[in-house]
């Protein structure tokens, strides 16, 4: 008799979280600028100083390896609406990476599921993110390529031109 193989955890990576996540603290400040850098160097993400992390550390969701190395991190920052805007705050996923030797795990969607239900317990309507990859993560989790006027201006004027990055949206409730 033939052994199944079972399918890899790619394949199962929207069906259910395969490690805790947790809230950053200050304290994680210099390991989420390290688990960036792969990232930085490559030109998917800009350089942060680790103060920045450090101030910010509560937009960050981190996963990490028994021994605390981080796994992976993603930021929530929330825009109130514009001048004129009736759609309420809108949130923006950034800073999202996983540790090269868990890509493929399943921890970047889990790291996005939990980010998604975050957002949505803060009523937020609307989420972007800006990749300068193919996005397939987020794509698979119902984003759609966009435009830049209908993301937050104060974040969309933020974005290096030079990185060519691409803006998805995902909306999470009918506005209302």
């Keep these: 008799m033939t052994a199944t193989r079972r399918p890899a955890a790619r394949t199962h990576a929207l069906l259910a979280p395969t490690c805790p996540v947790r ?22 993400l800009r350089e942060r100083p680790v103060s920045l992390y450090a ?12 021994d605390g190395t981080l796994d992976g ?5 929330v825009h109130p609406a514009g001048p004129g805007e009736d759609q ?18 399943g921890v970047g969607a889990t790291l996005l599921r939990v ?4 957002a949505r317990a803060r009523s937020l309507g609307t989420l972007f993110t800006a990749t300068t990859g193919g996005g397939g993560l987020f794509l698979r989790f ?17 974005l290096d031109p030079r990185r060519d990055a691409r803006i998805l949206r995902k909306a999470l409730q009918p506005p209302g």
Excluded at 88 to 103: I, L
Aim: with cysteine.
């Design 55 to 66: 101030a910010h550390a509560g937009d960050f969701l981190v996963t990490e390896a028994p």
């Design 73 to 77: 991190c993603v930021g929530l920052c």
């Design 88 to 105: 309420g705050p809108a949130g923006v996923v950034y800073n999202f990476c996983v540790a090269g030797r868990r890509q493929g795990e």
């Design 142 to 158: 119902g984003f759609a390529p966009t435009t830049a006027r209908l993301a937050p201006a104060s974040w969309t004027e933020s």
């Design 23 to 44: 809230t950053a603290r200050p304290e994680d400040a210099a390991a989420l600028a390290g688990l960036s850098q792969p990232f930085v160097r490559s030109g998917a």
């Design 115 to 118: 980010v998604l239900a975050r």
